[in-house]
């Protein structure tokens, strides 16, 4: 089993930055591939960003790439995302995912990965 608690959401102006945090435990956390996907209200839930075990790759959604960063630090059990040049349309929850692969990225099938965490709400006001 693992968990994961994401934190570092809140609201923030047009064009702003957060970064959000995921924290893991239970497993050995460099046996997964991380992503982070959200959803807005109304909306399905949506890929954004996924990464290899060692953090060597990482695979974008188009409407995140070059204003979003994913990262990790194995040693903390933690995966990051960066997330600069915010839009309201970034609005959403969201949720970090843990798929146990020890090579390649997740991919952007929430189906495919085994564990979520609650989710964290980012809110940008235009």
């Known amino acids: 089993q693992v968990s994961l608690v994401e934190s570092g959401g809140g609201l923030v102006q047009a064009g702003g930055s957060l970064r959000l945090s995921c924290a893991a435990s239970?497993?050995?956390?460099?046996?997964?591939?991380m992503g982070w996907f959200r959803q807005a209200p109304g909306k399905e839930r949506e890929f954004v960003v996924s990464?290899?075990?060692?953090?060597?790759?990482?695979y974008y959604a188009d409407s995140v790439k070059g204003r979003f960063t994913i990262s990790r630090d194995n040693a903390k059990n933690t995966v990051y995302l960066q997330m600069n040049s915010l839009q309201p349309e970034d609005t959403a929850i969201y949720y970090c995912l843990a798929r146990r692969l020890t090579y390649g990225v997740g991919g952007s099938d929430p189906r495919m990965y085994e564990y979520w965490g609650q989710g964290t709400q980012v809110t940008v006001s235009s």
């Open positions: 239970g497993r050995t956390f460099s046996d997964y591939s």
């Open positions: 990464i290899t075990w060692s953090g060597g790759s990482t």
